[in-house]
C-alpha cells in the first residue's frame, strides 16, 4: 500500500544545532506540506511543495528550509534549532482531490 | 485569506448521546471542507469532505456534515457517541481554485465519559 513516511519519530538536539526532519511517499502526489502541531495554536503551515524543484514558504517558515529534488520527498531542515522549534511536525501529501494524507509525526525537542 | 474557527475547545459528551462540534470558516468563495481525526501519538485522518452538490456528506466511523453556506460553517455530527471517538477533531478549509494548501482550525478535543 502507498504511504508516507516521517524519521526520525522523536528527535532530542541542542539549540544552534542542524536538524533535518525526511518526509517521504510513495503515492506519487505532487503536492507534499510540512506543519507544525503546537497546543492552542493547531497546525500551522511552516513550508509546501506543488512539484519538484517548487517550494513555497507558508505562515512560520522563519528558521526552516525544504528542497525538493523529487516527487517522493521534502526534508524539512532547521538550520540553528531554536527552543521555540520544539513541537511535533507533520509532513503531508495531497491526492489530486485535494485531500491530505498525514504521516504519523516527528516529535522535536530542544534543549 | 482563508480561516477557520473552531470555537470549543474541549466537549464531553456521554457514551451513547449525540454530538455536534462547530466549525466556521472565512472565505469568499466557495470552499474545500474537510474534517480530520487525530488519536494521541497519531497523524490526521480524514473523516469527509466538502468539495460540492449535497450539503450533507456522510463520512467515515458513522460521521456526517452539513455546509450550511449562508451561516459559513460545516459542523460535524454523530448520533451516538463512542468511547472510542474520544481524540482531537479539527476542522479544515482549502481554496477550489486549484489544490491549494488547507487551512487548519485549532482543534475540538472530544472526551467521552461512561
Known amino acids: 500500500d502507498a504511504e508516507i513516511t516521517q524519521s526520525p519519530r522523536h528527535k532530542i538536539t541542542e539549540t544552534g544545532r542542524q536538524v533535518t526532519l525526511a518526509c517521504h511517499q510513495t503515492?506519487?502526489?505532487?503536492?507534499m506540506f510540512w506543519y507544525r502541531q503546537d497546543l492552542g495554536h493547531g497546525l500551522r503551515l511552516i513550508h509546501y511543495?506543488?512539484?519538484?524543484?517548487?517550494?513555497n514558504k507558508g505562515e512560520v517558515s522563519d528558521g526552516y528550509s525544504v528542497s525538493r529534488s523529487n516527487t517522493e520527498d521534502l526534508p524539512l531542515t532547521l538550520e540553528s534549532a531554536a527552543s521555540s522549534q520544539t513541537s511535533v511536525y507533520f509532513c503531508?501529501?495531497?491526492?489530486?482531490?485535494?485531500?491530505?494524507?498525514f504521516g504519523e509525526g516527528s516529535r522535536l525537542t530542544v534543549l | 485569506a482563508q480561516s477557520v474557527t473552531q470555537p470549543d475547545i474541549h466537549i464531553t459528551v456521554s457514551e451513547g448521546a449525540s454530538l455536534e462540534l462547530r466549525c466556521n470558516y472565512s472565505?469568499?468563495?466557495?470552499?474545500?471542507l474537510f474534517w480530520y481525526v487525530q488519536s494521541p501519538g497519531q497523524g490526521l485522518q480524514l473523516l469527509l469532505k466538502?468539495?460540492?452538490?449535497?450539503?450533507l456528506v456522510q463520512g467515515i466511523k458513522g460521521f456526517e456534515a452539513e455546509f450550511k453556506r449562508s451561516q459559513s460553517s460545516f459542523n460535524l455530527r454523530k448520533p451516538s457517541v463512542h468511547w472510542s471517538d474520544a481524540a482531537e477533531y479539527f476542522c479544515?478549509?482549502?481554496?477550489?481554485?486549484?489544490?491549494?494548501?488547507?487551512?487548519f482550525g485549532t482543534g475540538t478535543r472530544l472526551l467521552v465519559s461512561p
Open positions: 503531508a501529501s495531497q491526492r489530486d482531490t485535494g485531500e491530505l494524507f
Open positions: 503515492w506519487n502526489h505532487n503536492n
Open positions: 511543495s506543488y512539484g519538484v524543484q517548487d517550494t
Open positions: 472565505y469568499g468563495a466557495t470552499p474545500y
Open positions: 466538502y468539495f460540492s452538490g449535497d450539503t
Open positions: 479544515a478549509v482549502g481554496e477550489m481554485t486549484g489544490f491549494q494548501k488547507l487551512v
